[in-house]
């Protein structure tokens, strides 16, 4: 008789915040946290993922996403290599398919993927053995983004249940609004979306959320999570002009009250959805976002390579 | 239930089971002889645990010919058609060229000829090029043997062509088949406009896209006193237009796909293409609008919409895949499966839409069970359970949305125009 084999533990994935229940996100943070007093600590550098290998295969332009995550890796001692899609054979036409076969042949532990469609993520995972992280994927997830908020937020005010947030502008386009909405009901905070009709979509409630199309909204918020207004969508008459927009939305000092505090997700649009005096104000937790970015990766590539996965029967809502 | 059937001069088979010819109004087991392709008599038999019914005919098929043989052709998509148990189905005019003109439908149906197994119909465009800027010849294609007119895939946008169209086809005695879509309103969209769009940030697909032309349509319709068919109705709006105008003597019918009487767009949490269809799949108001009206009989079509797609084409991320999903070779048995089973739909209803509801909507010969008519049967296991796999297809695609999914109900054999063109 053949020996009887069992088959292989599924990955673990993050592709998306519904990929994850509320423990699982306090133990992300407990990390990050951890690893930030760490590096604090220490030296710059833990040993912990060493000889592990992260591919960060990254088809839309970034910033801070990809430096955040090459420099994850690398203060975890993980052998790191960054693909953007310009300058590689996805310049000569290589599917994505065929690109994540070809790096999935070289056995990388960790794949990071961003890309433009809704679904590549999803994609890379059922092609490869690597674990993957999505780091944004169109419209749909941003699930790093969220957790880092999340972090900042926790860091800054001291807790998340309770949280009140409101995320101000348009969530339509957003990944980020979508992965942090769907984090806030995960640890119990509040969510109030704010922005025109048309920029708002319908449905989200069904996530535990508010909705209004008045800036007065924010007036009773902890937190003022203003998202970037993207100029290539005025050819699609969301909303008449940038100028009305500004006049509706745009997060002015006059707007934001005292001991609240204001989050954007980067690249700002100063002038447009948030103005420069707020920006450079104390309230601003721009560049704290930034610096929880890194730690919160590092927890994430350490989460993502040492917790055994969930049973699929344990999940419940999972998509 | 037995069967013996050779293809030759002076053959006789014996087919004997539960006969389900809801058009006739049978439903008791019966012996059933054929001779020569002509059914010549019908007695009481003995039951059996096989149903035999009328064969299916599919008015809304994709075969890719000419220009994507790689992804079907008329061969192998009519194999695919008698291993679903149809005897006959309608292929669509998006192709490359275009179905446009007289001398690209004569090619077709010269190649049917020579290679369809089961009886094929070609629908011609409504517009040259599908473009909706000029009618095609329509006289001319209704001669060379037009099944209908349809710029299918593309919606007609402008209702100044449409109103034309149906004056127009007035020449001759084919309807046009309308794919109702607003793109205005449907332009970068990917599923329905709801709650699952809304939290995936795919985009949005609204019910209006569908229901506005719907309604457009039907005005036109019924000024024009013009028949039309609106092919694979998605969204309740659409549904409840639809009652109105038939309530109001419009002579219109009305096709419903097997994927959006089953699935709803929870199905796309998945990401997985091959849920990936236009129209988009909706909500559960809407395919339980879908159910009822197939039900009550202002859908009278069931159609499959048999959209082949190269592995290499689905094999992207959900946003970038092509609409579309493959579904002759499941249709009944995921109809049976989820619709009868469950007690939602009867089994009666089921073929009757399947078979004689899409035949007389295009003024094809429906397929009977009486002595005299040409054999057009299929024989159903309906407790033969199977699993959908890639490797059992006919059809060279196999972007189904059923892969992996166990089903139950099979066809066993299908007999088309007097042939024996399917035995499992």
Redesign the interface.
Known sequence: MSELRLPPAPKRHLLSIADLDRADIERILDTAGSLAAALDREMKKLPTLRGRTVVNLFYESSTRTLASFELAAKRLSADTMSIRSAGSSVDKGESLKDTALTLAAYEPDVIVVRHPSIGAPQLVSRLTDAHVVNAGDGKHQHPTQALLDLYAMRDALGRLAGLRVAIVGDVLHSRVARSLVQALALVGGETVLVGPPTLVPRGLEALGCEVSHNIQAIVDADVVYVLRMQRERMGDAFVPSLREYTALYGITPARVRERQVVMHPGPMNRGVEIDPRVADSDAALVTDQVRAGLVVRMAVLYDVLTVAPVEASERVGVA | MTLFVRNGRGDSTVITGRVVAPAQGIDESLRIAVTDGVITAIEPGDSGSLVIAPAFVDPHVHLRTPGREDEETIRSGTEAAAAGGYCAILAMPNTDPVVDSAAVLGALVEEAHATALVPTGFMAAISKGQLGEELTEMADLAATGAAAFTDDGSPVVSAGLMRRALQYSGVTALRLALHCEEPSLSRGG?VH????????????YPSTAESVMVERDLALAESECRPLHLMHLSARESVEALDRALADGVPATAEVTPHHLVLTDEAV???D?NVKMNPPLRAPEDREALRDALRRGSVSCIATDHAPHAR?EK???????PFGVTGLETAFAALHTHLVEPGIVALETLIERMSSGPARAFGLDEPRIEVGARANLVVLDLAAEWTVTEDGFRSLSANSWLLGHTLRGRVVTTVADGRVVFAS
Request: hydrophobic share 30%.
């Open positions: 990917h406009e709801g709650r699952v769009s809304a939290e995936l940030g795919l985009g949005p949490r998945s990401l293409p290499h094999d992207v991320p959900f946003e970038e895949a």
